[in-house]
């Protein structure tokens, strides 16, 4: 080594000579100075490196810089749901509905938010939109003409966004004041300002909002490809502190150059914004330059660059990589039936037991055989045959070695049906023979799971769409046996964790009270006690149409409506096959009889796809005080798991059905059906089937006419209740197929409207 040092003296004492060049030697590594660059071209970072004096910097520029003078600000008018209005968007309300489609409301109104940060349009009145999203008065539209309309969809869409000032200082070219849209992102700001001088940071872009401060790394644009999405609202401000840490990069690696790092950050991530390395897996040299401001010192840090991956980097280090003869292998291969295949490196993972929980075996592995190809010590190719369930139990292990191949491979097994999979929190996914008859409890006994069973659900999934939604403590601790439900060939069963207002254990209070939210449940707890516990009604509450959910009452209420569609479809199909076959029924009759028909059939096989989701409600005489309610036979004792819901008081009465117009028309005192009738052409029952859902859930129903007129038609409506004309078809048939048609569509509205009524509540 001494002789290598102090031949390097000689050469250096000797190019001063020849070359009038200065030299200087640091740690055995020569240094030589390159011709300097104009002083202008580079930056004061750049300049830094260059000083080193070594050839490997010449030339070696600072990243991203010059990307942000590309950038175009944004002219889409794509402006998505979170964008915040102000003063000046114009906005265009889009309705779609019963109300749209007959001429009630038009199909859309335009509006502007006014200087005094409101919104108004006809049918809804002036709201509050300064400060808000578009999603959140999309919401509160659709809100209130939901209230006064049956059946409205609303959409709010941008047809013109304001522009407005925001301020940019730091080290950008040119800072100030800069106008702009809601569109424009951080980066489309920073362009138009010139850009970021490259004594500025790229990464650590602060935005000031509201008081508050958002980082913007403009590294994950630039080198992760992941958008800047924060774009730009009134009163930000964009500061750019100076660059706090730079460190360069050169020689075996895709992209050379200088790049920020940030505070922890290693050689790892210097390699990662470079590009890596030019080839994978080959054998470099790594030295490091360091400076500490008075000397700089150079070392050969490794002849392994993965050795030091993960030293954090300082402020003017320089990482020279270099193709380096030594040859190592440290690597092991995975193949077959594994979620993860490829290179591991031996030494992390020693032993097979640690790589086989690294690849994760798939559901359909042999866990009796496995084999890993060796290279013995004669060149010769030798094998070992493992057990991957004996490895995978902890009985048996074995030691691996560089360049060992480990192959897993998958059982071959037949199934007489499509077997059924168990994926999700369980300890070992599974794939189970489906056998006949076979229930959800059958499956279960196969499975164990990684996490508290109260607080997992199990999804059954079927033909690619969820079946159903299962609670596991409902079914393996309450032992309630109507979630063990029948399986089918292909199913998939996903146990995942619930959210965490499902792992709440008590009743669910919603709706118009002072205090919404999940209540405990100990002992005897009457309806009266929970609304009390949530401060009493709200002012705008409707206690009469209080809801009560109880899932006992959903099975329930679910099993009777499958029994009814059923058999309701059948009805509808006899009655097809009848029309058929009369002959004394025109054409023109048979048509009419038709269309109903495939009408009522279209409706019902909508009701079963979305069967189930809203029902479990208790019809309820609410008093208008909790005073009232306590000791009636209202206040019933609640289960845990309940949900009520108090609606804000209607003003409205819906009519729906076989009308010519689908409405919700204004309560008024004292009136009564006829007069709500007569309001949309005179309908009489004569002509229509009449029943009220009344607001509390539950049907009056009476067909018995009296001169022309029902008595239905003679009775007071209240505010929420519900109309619903069934239209009687006049055709000269025989009585009994007109009155089963009758029926028929009688029914069909009511399992259409059951399904609807209590949407409020979602999934």
Not at 404 to 421: A, G, H, L
Request: proline letters at 3%; aromatic letters at 8%.
């Amino acid at each position: 080594m001494k002789k290598i040092i102090l031949a390097t003296c000689i050469l250096c004492v000797v190019s001063l000579c020849v070359l009038s060049a200065q030299t200087f030697e640091t740690d055995g590594l020569a240094l030589q100075a390159v011709p300097s660059q104009t002083e202008g071209s580079i930056s004061s970072v750049e300049r830094g490196f260059l000083r080193l004096g070594l050839q490997e910097t010449a030339g070696l520029k600072q990243f991203g810089y010059d990307m942000l003078n590309a950038m175009v600000p944004s002219r889409s008018s794509i402006v998505n749901d979170d964008y915040v209005l102000g003063p000046g968007d114009d906005l265009r309300i889009y309705l779609w509905g019963d109300s749209v489609d007959f001429g009630t409301l038009k199909g859309y109104y335009e509006a502007t938010v006014d200087l005094d940060g409101g919104l108004y349009i006809t049918p809804a009145g002036r709201l509050a939109a300064y400060g808000r999203t578009i999603k959140d008065v999309n919401r509160t539209l659709t809100e209130i003409l939901n209230f006064k309309y049956s059946n409205i969809t609303v959409e709010v869409a941008p047809a013109r966004i304001r522009d407005f000032p925001v301020y940019v200082s730091g080290f950008v070219k040119n800072p100030g004041t800069v106008s702009v849209n809601g569109l424009w992102s951080v980066a489309d700001v920073l362009g138009v300002s010139g850009g970021i001088v490259p004594e500025g940071s790229l990464r650590d872009i602060q935005v000031w909002r509201g008081g508050e401060q958002i980082a913007i790394d403009l590294y994950d644009l630039f080198i992760r490809g992941i958008p800047v999405s924060l774009t730009m609202q009134e009163g930000d401000v964009i500061y750019v502190p100076p660059v706090s840490k730079s460190v360069a990069i050169t020689g075996q690696v895709k992209r050379e150059g200088i790049y920020e790092m940030t505070r922890g950050e290693t050689v790892g991530d210097l390699l990662t914004y470079a590009g890596g390395l030019q080839v994978a897996g080959a054998a470099y040299t790594v030295r490091i330059v360091t400076q500490d401001g008075t000397s700089v010192m150079v070392s050969e840090a490794s002849s392994n660059i993965q050795d030091i991956t993960s030293r954090i980097v300082h402020d003017g280090d320089l990482i020279l990589l270099t193709p380096s003869n030594v040859f190592s292998s440290n690597i092991v291969e995975v193949a077959g039936a594994v979620h993860y295949p490829g290179i591991y490196n031996v030494e992390k993972t020693p032993m097979l037991s640690g790589l086989i929980e690294r690849v994760e075996l798939r559901y359909d592995a042999d866990m009796a055989f496995g084999t890993i190809f060796r290279d013995d010590s004669r060149d010769e190719d030798s094998g070992i045959v493992f057990s991957p369930g004996e490895i995978a139990a902890g009985t048996a292990d074995v030691e691996l070695l560089p360049n060992d191949v480990i192959q897993f491979y998958t059982v071959e097994r037949t199934y007489t049906q499509d077997p059924i999979r168990v994926t999700g929190l369980v300890e070992r996914p599974e794939v189970i023979s489906y056998e006949q008859g076979m229930m959800l409890l059958d499956l279960l006994q196969h499975v164990t799971f990684t996490r508290d069973i109260s607080t997992l659900q199990l999804r059954l999934i079927r033909d690619q769409e969820v079946l159903e939604q299962i609670y596991l403590r409902d079914l393996l601790i309450k032992g309630d046996t109507s979630k063990n439900i029948s399986l089918r060939p292909g199913d998939m069963a996903a146990v995942v964790e619930n959210e965490d207002s499902e792992n709440l254990k008590g009743v669910r209070v919603l709706g118009q009270v002072t205090r919404p939210g999940v209540y405990s449940f100990e002992g005897d707890l009457h309806l009266s006690d929970v609304l009390t516990a949530a401060g009493g009604y709200a002012e705008q509450a409707y206690p009469q149409a209080l809801y009560l959910i109880r899932e006992s009452v959903k099975t329930r209420q679910l099993e009777q409506l499958k029994k009814t569609i059923t058999v309701t479809a059948s009805e509808l199909n006899a009655l097809e096959a009848s029309v058929a076959v009369k002959t004394d029924l025109s054409s023109a009759e048979k048509n009419i009889i038709a269309a109903q028909i495939e009408q009522q059939r279209s409706l019902l096989e909508s009701a079963a796809e979305n069967q189930g989701e809203t029902l479990g409600r208790i019809a309820l005489n609410i008093p208008a005080t909790i005073e009232s309610l306590k000791g009636s036979t209202a206040d019933i004792l609640l289960s845990e798991g309940d949900h009520i819901y108090i609606p804000e008081r209607s003003e409205y009465v819906t009519i729906i059905g076989d009308i010519d117009s689908t409405i919700a028309l204004p309560y008024e005192k004292n009136k009564k059906v006829k007069d709500y009738l007569f309001e949309l052409g005179g309908l009489r029952s004569k002509d229509y089937t009449i029943s009220i859902m009344k607001y509390n859930g539950k049907v009056v129903k009476e067909d018995n006419l009296f001169f022309g007129w029902s008595t239905i038609e003679g009775q007071t409506l209240a505010p929420g209740d519900v109309i619903i004309a069934v239209k009687k078809i006049s055709i000269p048939a025989g009585t009994q197929l007109v009155e089963g048609l009758t029926q028929v569509t009688d029914s069909v509205y009511k399992v259409v409207y059951s399904l609807n009524a209590l949407d409020f509540f979602g999934n």
